[in-house]
């Protein structure tokens, strides 16, 4: 058994196999066309993929207990006991109750999901309260780390630490349970001493956001105690996302073995650890290889970096900057990107090599490493764009007065009190989607594909106009993706083919690779919007994607600010904007999901992240008349922090998720003077319930006490693509009713 930490490791590994098996096998399964065997088999060949991969680049320290069959930190739950009552009272078998957390079930609504700090990644809230009674349930982990050893290897295995945990779960006071939570955590830690685990590593992340004093101690205090357990593993500490600040010198008051330092989103950690004093024969893992970007690391700025905590450290060990469950498997598989960009890059397998690679360097010098790459092409640079930008002004992000452009658009479109809506996508049907995979294989036309999904767009125009809604959609049917459909009609960014990433649970996405300078080639929705116009007269609202949820779910050039990046897909937004208005498109929906997901985690860079996140949006929206209507829609996150930004974006009408929050949202735009037009969500589209009339009449008997009627738009929490018509058909018709019966009083 080994007890130094190894040169190289990786803080956590893609789960879902080169081709997605694991999203194929789990929803066979929830479908019920294959059995717990089956899906355990297929599990148990992906874990052994990746150790086995892990191995033959040579990693020196690998992790165990980074697969998951939905989410880690619901694994974490797990291993803990935490799982809510409501669950257990189900009677349903370990596994089922898992997936009943996950997604809920009839009876039970499921966990919370929300984002995974400032990534594309959801986790599932655990829910904490002064009567969880926590419980160790290592078998899990113990199992995971026989069957690396099964295969000759003995791995590390990885857990949400306590503090994180608890910091992340929801209830009345979670935090004031972590000296329980640390006892089970002792305990587990026991069980895997005696299962001969040598090294253990528990995640912290937490710390890379903003924390108190009291957490701070509480996090020195956790460690303190599992440090002192006599028969325990060895313990390494991850943080990530960040700079940790005070954390670094709590947990260098513990006799915790290794300690886990972001050096790429938190270059700072270094001067921390300079100053830090003596570091007491402890391990320092560098995480010098970005585990959230797609982009080669620069080795010599890496390797220099990397010398400079071997200076302060007894021992220094490579890593990833985090897990690279935020990064694609594999580039080898990609053989159609352009060789200007390919060789730029690095996906997980290829990041793997690369901490290698930099260990060795560490140790024994930089004479192997592989020549610096050369400049980015000159063909990625778009001067006519960079002068468009260069000559802005205020006035291209401003539009008239709110209140009178609100007179002037209801004037021409003429909408009754509580107009209703949804918010841009309709069921995203298998034969959408086979049509799509069968026009990339050649064997569909354009033109077989364009009368496809025009055939689904006029559906979709008579179901809402059937059911009565004021403001319809087109219904996206032609959009693999918000984002990447975008990004496959803009220059300067690239797709991939089999670039997957999970988002949450079985749903992954395959963010697009935005390398050089941002231009339109042509319009890119008109057709769509004009077509679905022209089967109404109802007003279509177009349907765009803002440009902050642009850069946040694409992977993003790091050779300029963010904010100017933004700046350029906001000017073909703009662009686009209006030429649908010119097409007689009248209201605009600009998306941004993402606007609170990339906020930064410290408080004190936020201010000049709103700044320019709503600089870029206005920049997309302003170049239209005040009487176009201009929408966003916001979901996924909790949007406190956000109010004062939302209302700066100056859209006339903002849809925002609301349904799980009891409308919550509504009172905190009151109190921030928040005037114009909100669709608080009455439907939660997360889950496969079908609202009834009644209970969308009451959250919207709610919401009018807040929000006069004549500004309260009626809408459900999201897009509705991952639905099925059935319970698609059923919600509109109840939330049309619902509006009808409150408008009526
Ligand atoms: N980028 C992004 N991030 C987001 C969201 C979002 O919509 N986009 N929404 C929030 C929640 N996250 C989500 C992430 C993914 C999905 C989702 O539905 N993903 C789909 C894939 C969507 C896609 O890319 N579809 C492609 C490819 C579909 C596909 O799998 N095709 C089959 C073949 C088609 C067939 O015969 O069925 C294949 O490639 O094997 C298309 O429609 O063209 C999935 O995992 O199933 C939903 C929400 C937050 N983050
Ligand atoms: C994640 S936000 C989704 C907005 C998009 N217009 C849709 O309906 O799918
Ligand atoms: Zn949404």
Redesign the pocket.
Known sequence: MSTTFGLSTVLGYPRIGGN?EL?RAVEAYWAGTIDEDTLERTAATLRADVWQTLRNARLAAIPSNTFSYYDHVLDTAVAVGATPTRFTALGLSKLDTYFAMARGVDAEPALELTKWFGT?Y?YLVPEIGPDTVFAADPAKALREHAEARALGLETRPVLVGPATFLLLAKGDDPFARLDDLVGVYAEILAALADAGVSWVQLDEPAYATDRGPDEIDALRRAYARLGALRARPKLFVATYFGEIGDALPALLDTPVEAIGLDLVAGPGNLDRLAAAGPLGGRTIVAGLVDGHNVWRTDLRAAVAAGAVVAGLADHVAVSTSCSLLHVPVDLSVETRLDPGLHERLAFARQKVDEVVLLGRALRDGTAHLPAPLPPPPAAWRHDEVRARLAALTAADRRRGDSTARAARQQELLGLPDLPTTTIGSFP?T?E???A??ALAAGTLDDEGYTALMRAEVRRVVRLQEDLGLDVLVHGEPER?????YFAEQLSGFAATEHGWVQ??G??????PILHGDVARRAPMTVGWATFAQSLTTRPVKGMLTGPVTVLA?SFVRTDQPLAATADQVALALRDECRDLEAAGIRVIQVDE?ALRETLPLRRAAQGAYLDWAVGAFRLATSGVADDTQIHTHLC?SEFGDVITAIDALDADVTSIEASRSKMEVLGDLAAAGYRRGVGPGVWDIHSPRVPSREEMAEALRHAVAAVPARRLWVNPDCGL??RGYAEVEASLRHLVAAAAEVRAG
């Open positions: 997605r999203k594309n959801h995203q298998a959408l989607r086979g799509r995979a693999n993706d918000m984002v990447q988002s949450y079985s749903r992954c996405v395959r963010p779910w999901p996924y693509k991952t």
